[in-house]
């Protein structure tokens, strides 16, 4: 039984396995002559908000031939306590396959473990690792090649999407920095468990230097709302703009995984000058979406 409950399990051949899919399912959308999850009802089970992810494998799922069960938690009995184990056991004997967004890492890795059908992380507090196929999907597409190339993550560093990018450079060739204020770097045992390949400083003009890409997320998490005040204190400075941009090497992308924040983590005016790329990143979801459900048949 296949998974995908984050980039530090995933291993680099099954990454270059997924790009290579989300390559051939982009170039034949709308006539596709497989349709791996005929017959398959999956559930999507989200404790957070969500546009890109949910619509991404909602509309994934159907073109793939499946049929797709949206659960807020909030609507289900998980919401009033009832706990993830049986939750999963019960959705194992019905469902096909899991889409699940929540806080704890622990609960998508519990909810795989006991329903014994293919389980995919779509964002815990830990990892965000459908969101980071996109982005290398999205810089291969822009630059040719993420090989080789310099990334750099500015913001708050210590969540979940640079935490992927983190797992995603221990295991391929590129070369990632992340550029935040000390309370907001990544912590110093994810750091050692994944194992270098990773530029960590709060100099985010350096960090910007010959930088092939400049990549953001926002500075309050789901799930952070009441730090919002201290937040945007601390990550003040921490932004992608015009000024920073010009730092970076000559063609460098800005990316952002979405929601954005104008004015906070990106200016407007990046946003709306980059805005092919960014809306691209989006679009990718979901041609990664369905490479990650085709993976998972296999
Ligand atoms: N980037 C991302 O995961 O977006 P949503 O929160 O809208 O799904
Ligand atoms: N770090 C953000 C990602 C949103 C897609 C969050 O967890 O809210």
């Known amino acids: 039984m296949k998974h995908l409950l984050s980039l530090e399990s995933l291993p680099a051949t099954d990454m270059a396995e997924i790009l290579a899919l989300t390559q051939t399912l982009k170039a034949t959308r709308g006539h596709h002559t497989e349709h ?18 949910r619509v991404s494998f909602e509309v994934g799922i159907r073109e793939l031939g499946g049929d797709v069960l949206f659960l807020s938690t909030n609507d289900i009995q998980l919401g009033r306590g009832e706990p993830i184990k049986d939750t999963a056991r019960v959705m194992g004997r019905m469902l096909h396959g899991a889409v ?20 995919i992380n779509a964002l815990t507090d830990d990892e965000h690792p459908c969101q980071i196929l996109a982005d290398l999907f999205t810089i291969q597409e822009k630059l040719g090649t993420y090989e080789g190339k310099t ?9 979940n999407v640079p935490a992927s990018w983190i797992w995603a450079a221990s295991k391929l060739n590129f070369n990632l920095r992340i550029a935040a204020p000390k309370a907001f770097q990544p912590a110093p045992e994810l750091i050692a468990r994944a194992g270098g390949n990773l530029v960590v400083t709060d100099d985010i003009r350096a960090a910007a230097e010959g930088a092939d890409v400049l990549y953001t997320d926002v500075w309050v998490s789901m799930g952070m709302e009441k730090e919002t005040e201290y ?20 063609g460098a992308l800005a990316m952002h995984c979405l929601p954005a924040y104008r004015g906070k983590e990106i200016t407007d ?7 092919e790329t960014i809306f691209a990143e989006a679009e990718n979801r979901l041609h990664v979406q369905k490479a990650v459900l085709t993976w998972l048949s296999k």
């Open 151 to 159: 990334i750099t993550f500015i913001g708050d560093g210590a969540c």
């Open 100 to 119: 699940i967004r929540t806080f704890a890492q622990s609960d998508v890795e519990d909810f795989a473990r006991y329903s014994n059908i293919p389980t």
């Open 231 to 250: 937040r945007l204190a601390q990550l003040g400075g921490y932004q992608i703009n015009s000024d920073l941009l010009k730092l970076a090497a000559p």
């Open 36 to 53: 791996p999850l005929r017959h398959q009802c999956w559930g999507l089970i989200f404790s957070k908000s969500s546009t890109r992810t």
């Open 269 to 275: 005016e990046v946003m709306e000058s980059q805005a």
